[in-house]
């Protein structure tokens, strides 16, 4: 059965640091492109960015780039999302979603304010 | 960056009738390998999404035959026919040709 967890969410301040973690099982971790997708309350879904097999590649969307980063450990299959310079629209329940955005984990809240 | 439009917003339906959700992209979804990446899903309240249709037309593993998909370039159909209770909730379509990019969603409630 395919599982992903995520963890890892909490409350921050504007400005902070967060890293979120996705631990999957059920499948071949290494074989799949990951990605994180991330959901407002109340509001709809929105692709933040991927990471490549190896996690040599990786791709952002523009409202996130440069301010989070997606790395990956096949070792411990394991996803993880590092979120700086965090702002108030960032808050919103993160998913990991494997590469062909078949299965999904239950998302981890990530709230922004002062 | 291509954009996806899902109507109507919201959708109200008696149970047993017939849903119909349109996507329309700003561009061709068709990719270069001729495979059109066009997903749909549903996300009921307090869970996350789930696949029903993968590129256009295929169900996935487990959904009913109430279910189809089915469009081509630009436009694309969800339909829910025979709805039951447990359809409701959010539906959204994703494309995945051209980087990734979903549609706003479209609620569906119970008249």
């Known amino acids: 059965e395919v599982k992903l967890v995520e963890s890892g969410g909490g409350l921050l301040k504007p400005g902070g640091s967060l890293k979120l973690s996705c631990v999957a099982s059920?499948?071949?971790?290494?074989?799949?492109?990951m990605h994180w997708v991330r959901q407002a309350p109340g509001k709809g879904l929105e692709w933040i960015g991927e990471?490549?097999?190896?996690?040599?590649?990786?791709n952002y969307a523009p409202s996130i780039k440069d301010r989070f980063t997606i790395s990956r450990d096949n070792a411990k299959n394991t996803l993880y999302l590092q979120m700086s310079s965090v702002r108030s629209e960032d808050t919103a329940t993160y998913f990991c979603?494997?590469?062909?955005?078949?299965?999904w984990g239950q998302g981890t809240l990530v709230t922004v304010s002062s | 960056d291509v954009v996806l439009t899902q109507t109507p917003v919201s959708l109200l339906i008696s149970l047993g009738g017939q849903a119909s959700i349109s996507c329309r992209s700003s561009?061709?979804?068709?990719?270069?390998?001729?495979?059109?990446?066009l997903h749909w899903y549903l996300q009921k309240p307090g869970q996350s999404p789930q696949l029903l249709i993968y590129?256009?037309?295929n169900r996935f593993s487990g959904i009913p035959d109430r279910f189809s998909g089915s469009g081509s370039g630009t436009d694309f159909t969800l339909k829910i026919s025979r709805v039951e209770p447990e359809d409701l909730g959010v539906y959204y379509c994703?494309?995945?040709?051209?980087?990734?990019?979903f549609g706003g969603g479209t609620k569906l409630e119970l008249k």
């Open positions: 994703l494309q995945r040709t051209h980087n990734r990019t």
């Open positions: 979603t494997e590469g062909f955005f078949a299965y």
């Open positions: 990471i490549e097999y190896d996690g040599t590649e990786t």
């Open positions: 590129q256009v037309s």
């Open positions: 561009q061709s979804l068709v990719h270069s390998n001729g495979n059109t990446y």
């Open positions: 059920g499948f071949t971790f290494s074989n799949y492109w």
